[in-house]
């Protein structure tokens, strides 16, 4: 019995595969090798027109890892990892992007990539147990598996300002940056959002523009990078130490090389926790909030002590007092919100060529045609940037007119939340796998898992004669518990964010990642997988 629409017609679908994956980013690229070299018929359909996800299109100025390089790669092959330099600890979107392209060629991947292949509509057929996809283009296709590799931060969220279509200078969303150089000099910019993306372009923007205007709605905890070039010595050594750095990164709850301390906050005396403080704020990367005192995100009197002594290190960077009483977090806890690392980010706003307002309490009105109207001032721009987030984990499949076996969209369907088993299936959407990054983890350290356990799903498929593999309702409803109960007591419940959907009008809010960390999560695969995969109905 199909499920009554009226695309299922063969014809219709001419070219046949196995698995069908959706997007060409890191786990797209993993997903693709691990499925050829496992005799599996799969190609990659990418919306873009060149690898990398995230890395292909977030291209602004600034935009950069904040994960260390080194723990970021793949760590699949000896051989890569040996060929391959990371120029910095953490590095950049040219060299990113040039890596995945590196990856791409040497593995002999680029022949099952379609590029500028966005989908448009995937709908599953009852009789025949498999997808029928159709892309923007019209290519349509048939296949038994669909894997969305959709990544966290795919879908652009754009702000719903009155008059954006009526502005006449250029403008662009930090995740749709053009890909010829965009001059800023002696023009008037306008960055609205003060997110990771901002802070990592306003100071190369602020250095470039006549004028920036940068309009915050709320401020973020924002912690110094600290980065810088790898040299030839430490080049080798991380060479010769990458079994201990992922061994290290499989420990750590979220990982990283850092790991919580083990100590709580009021072990210590006053002047030793601040000695403790300055020591991690010195160091590169994540150690400021991973490598914290284990209380930081459970105890609200331990992050606010915390919480202050960060508002005092931009007091002391920010030369205008009132500007950095509006840069001070006042409204969440320290790590309840993405931290944006940050180079720079806080002196930006010394410069005489940059002002900072205050959009809560002058509420941005209309865009115009040459620049935008707040309720109390007139801002005349050349340029506006909307560094304004994205509709996070679900937004990139929901866009999509995917309609699973009985008929509802996926949109329909998470119409109160989203709801899956593992982050990885969805009931009543047999044969999709979702590989989102909905793992609060290292991305690439756990993109690597679900790759693998989605590989070795399809492969005990086959060698089994099953066709057709779906998560039960229960095993669903039971993983929502298992995960919401996971976040009771973290702080980052008592924060609206993008992490539970609320930047987004109107979509159901919910925890949108898996928070037991990639130790727990990679043990569950394991466990689900050695199982027969418990918690799935395979038929």
Not at 50 to 67: I, L
Not at 246 to 263: L, M, Q, S, W
């Amino acid at each position: 019995m199909s499920n009554g629409l009226e695309n299922n017609n063969s014809s219709m679908y001419p070219e046949t595969l196995d698995a069908l994956v959706i997007g060409a980013g890191v786990t797209g690229i993993y997903q693709l090798y691990r499925l050829r070299e496992a005799g599996i018929n799969a190609k990659i359909f990418e919306a873009g027109g060149g690898v990398g996800g995230t890395w292909y299109w977030n291209r602004y100025p600034g935009a950069r890892f904040d994960s260390e390089s080194w723990t970021y790669g793949y760590s699949f092959s000896e051989e890569l990892l040996q060929e391959w330099s990371w120029k910095e600890h953490f590095s950049g979107q040219p060299e990113n992007e040039k890596y995945l392209n590196y990856v791409t060629d040497k593995f002999k991947l680029r022949d099952r990539i379609c590029f500028n292949e966005r989908i448009k509509a995937a709908t599953f057929d009852n009789e025949s147990n498999t997808w029928q996809v159709e892309s923007e283009t019209g290519r349509c296709v048939t296949t038994k598996y669909l894997i969305a590799a959709v990544g966290i931060l795919s879908a652009t969220h754009m702000p719903e300002i009155d008059g954006i279509q009526s502005f006449k200078g250029q403008s662009f969303h930090t995740s749709r940056w053009p890909h010829d150089p965009v001059d800023f000099s002696g023009k008037k910019v306008g960055v609205i959002g003060t997110g990771a993306c901002a802070v990592q372009l306003i100071p190369h923007v602020a250095k470039e523009c006549g004028h920036l205007t940068v309009f915050q709605r709320t401020p973020n905890f924002c912690a110094p990078l600290h980065n810088s070039e790898i040299d030839d010595e430490t080049q080798q050594e991380i060479k010769s130490k990458y079994p201990e750095i992922f061994k290290r990164c499989n420990e750590t709850i979220a990982g990283f090389i850092h790991e919580a301390d083990p100590r709580s906050t009021f072990d210590l005396s006053e002047k030793e926790r601040e000695e403790f403080y300055e020591d991690i704020w010195s160091q590169p990367g994540f150690k400021k909030w991973f490598g914290n005192f284990r209380d930081l995100m459970t105890n609200r009197e331990a992050n606010e002590i915390y919480c202050e002594f960060v508002r005092k290190k931009i007091r002391e960077r920010v030369d205008d007092p009132v500007v950095a009483e509006m840069l001070c977090p006042k409204d969440h806890h320290f790590g309840a919100k993405r931290i944006p690392l940050e180079t720079n980010y806080y002196e930006s706003y010394n410069r005489e060529n940059v002002r900072l307002v205050d959009v809560k309490n002058d509420s941005i009105q209309e865009i115009l045609p040459n620049g935008l109207r707040t309720a109390k001032e007139h801002y005349e721009l050349d340029i506006i940037i909307y560094a304004t987030g994205f509709d996070a984990i679900t937004g990139e499949l929901t866009r999509m007119d995917i309609r699973g076996s009985a008929g509802k969209t996926i949109r329909e369907h998470w119409k109160e939340g989203p709801k899956n088993y593992m982050g990885l299936q969805t009931s009543e959407f047999p044969n999709l796998f979702i590989e989102n990054g909905a793992v609060f983890c290292n991305f690439t350290r756990c993109a690597e898992v679900t790759a693998e356990f989605v590989s070795n799903c399809i492969v005990h498929m086959k060698e089994n004669n099953l066709n057709r593999i779906e998560a039960t309702s229960e095993a669903e409803r039971e993983w929502g518990d298992h995960s919401n109960h996971l976040i009771r007591n973290m702080l980052t419940s008592d924060v609206n964010s993008w992490f539970f959907g609320t930047n987004i009008p109107g979509k159901a809010q919910a925890f949108l990642f898996y928070a037991g960390g990639g130790p727990a999560y990679r043990s569950k695969c394991d466990e689900v997988a050695a199982n027969n995969y418990d918690g799935f109905k395979l038929s």
